[in-house]
């Protein structure tokens, strides 16, 4: 007695529970809470009609093999039939999931549940399925049910207790990974939420930082009672803000753009220096221009130099910046004269501390900022990866 003939995989046919094609047509029209248990309902018989016409068929094949004349379809009805228990249960084991969602987390539960599953569920099973086989109509007699059952083979019911034990520990072990699925994906919004918010608020502290020090460029050279130089600062400046702006938008900007920007920069800054600003710009390979960093990353270093460097010597300031490719990362070098004896520049600090946060947001333990002084020189050194991790062509901030 029992089930002849069963496909022996049965976890690969509880996937079939999670069909993705199954779920976003129910998904869509059973969103409600009542319906979601219809939802389970209908995905279930679903899978055990699918199970029971492959059993049917492998059943049907032996017979016929076998040259034994039984119709298909009694074949299928005997299959379905009998494997009503088992998905009912199915139902039932995920419907609990559905109302207490974390109740299948508890390993004492979970255990507690199967020996129920055991002690209780298998024996009505295993009626269930004597009561087909006692002759006669109408409801047989308990007694003769049981008799019926202690005749069954042991085979049958290792069958069914494996069966039992199949849909129980599959059904569990969907609804326990699709919980953790869940949990993982709200996780990772909420990282991603996150690093947008810091990203915001560091672009909001560095873009009014970039202004105002632009600013004060501009208002030195207005002191200065050259309206030329200072109409030219102005323009220069407008073109500065300009790229600003668009790199708010973005995520990404190639070096070459940072580099130009950069360029733009000093040649304001040189409109107030003159000739006291030195810059020598080393390694600006095509390899090198073709990779991409967070935008506004070089400038805020070329500030700190400018402010800490030649804004404490009176006399001419060079600043050299080297690019390198090394494999998959590229190296970029500031490097100033250090000012000694003289008192230090007040500043917050905020632009070196942007720039470090912004690596970290944008690589994560794959960028590093090092900053401090070697022999008569002031470095800041940024190792990063050459191509930025999320970076695309439609993000790309091109030469403005």
């Excluded at 790199?247 to 040649?267: H, N, V």
Aim: net charge neutral.
């Amino acid at each position: 007695m029992g089930r002849a003939g069963g496909p022996p995989c049965l976890p690969a046919f509880m996937a079939l529970l999670y069909c993705p094609a199954m779920n976003a047509v129910l998904r869509s029209t059973l969103s409600s809470a009542p319906m979601q248990y219809m939802r389970i309902a209908l995905s279930h018989a679903a899978f055990w009609l699918v199970l029971c016409l492959v059993g049917a068929t492998g059943s049907h094949s032996d017979a016929l093999r076998s040259h034994d004349d039984v119709a298909f379809l009694h074949l299928f009805w005997s299959w379905c039939w009998n494997h009503v228990p088992v998905c009912m249960l199915g139902m039932a084991v995920q419907a609990i999931h559905r109302r207490w969602p974390d109740c299948f987390f508890d390993g004492k539960r979970v255990a507690a549940g199967y020996v129920f599953v055991v002690l209780v569920f298998l024996p009505l099973e295993l009626m269930f399925i004597a009561v087909q086989h006692v002759p006669g109509d109408g409801i047989p007699p308990l007694r003769t049910v049981l008799e019926q059952v202690l005749a069954m083979r042991r085979f049958g019911w290792f069958t069914e207790l494996a069966w039992t034990s199949g849909t129980y520990i599959g059904v569990i072990g969907l609804c326990v990974w699709r919980r953790h699925r869940q949990r993982e994906q709200a996780w990772l919004q909420a990282e991603r939420d996150n690093l947008q918010l810091r990203l915001q608020i560091l672009r909001g502290q560095l873009e009014p930082h970039f202004m105002f020090n632009a600013l004060n460029a501009i208002s030195a050279l207005v002191r200065s009672d050259d309206r030329a130089l200072a109409v030219a600062g102005i323009r220069r400046l407008s073109d500065l803000l300009r790229y600003a702006l668009a790199a708010s938008e973005r995520e990404w900007a190639t070096l070459a753009s940072e580099l130009q920007f950069t360029r733009d920069y000093l040649a304001l800054q040189r409109l107030r220096y003159g000739d006291r600003l030195q810059v020598h710009i080393e390694g600006d390979s095509a390899a090198v221009l073709r990779a991409d960093c967070p935008p506004l990353l070089l400038q805020p270093l070329v500030e700190n130099a400018l402010r800490h460097g030649l804004d404490r010597n009176g006399c001419h300031g060079e600043i050299r910046m080297t690019f390198a490719v090394r494999g998959e990362e590229l190296a970029i070098c500031i490097v100033n004269p250090l000012v000694r004896d003289t008192p230090p520049n007040p500043g917050a600090g905020m632009g070196l501390r942007n720039v470090r946060a912004r690596l970290q947001n944008a690589y994560g333990a794959a960028a590093v900022l090092r900053t401090g002084a070697e022999g008569e020189h002031y470095m800041a050194e940024i190792r990063m990866p050459l191509y930025g991790t999320e970076a695309d062509d439609g993000e790309l901030l091109a030469t403005a």
